[in-house]
């Protein structure tokens, strides 16, 4: 995995949603500081102990965060409650970025499903 993948990955992404991901990216270094950053299903992805903690992806239509679990959007209930979601993903507009708040929780809830 390799950090410079990342940076391929957000060179091709249109603005505003490149430095909207760029700043979440920056959050999860923040909270991630000991990961792995690299790409893990074609999308950026941060592994701890060789365990995918996050990730995020773009589209035409809008951004996702992905927990990489089934569980952990459906565990956090009224805190995702005002974004689009499915199993596998936190939609959000390119334009807004997410609350570092809730990138937190959502952190803590995939490394409290990893331990």
Do not use: C, N, W
Not at 28 to 41: F, H, K, S, V
Request: aromatic letters at 6%.
């Amino acid at each position: 995995m390799s950090s410079t993948e990342v940076d391929e990955y957000l060179a091709e992404v249109d603005e505003p949603g490149r430095s909207t991901l760029e700043a979440l990216r920056a959050v999860l270094l923040g909270l991630l500081p000991d990961a792995e950053e690299g790409i893990a299903y074609g999308a950026p992805a941060y592994r701890v102990d060789g365990k995918v903690v996050a990730g995020f992806s773009a589209s035409a239509q809008h951004l996702s965060y992905l927990p990489h679990s089934g569980d952990v959007l459906a565990g956090l209930g009224d805190a995702v409650a005002g974004h689009a979601t499915s199993k596998g993903a936190l939609r959000f507009p390119p334009d807004e970025p997410l609350p570092e708040a809730l990138v937190a929780q959502l952190v803590a809830a995939r490394q409290a499903e990893l331990r």
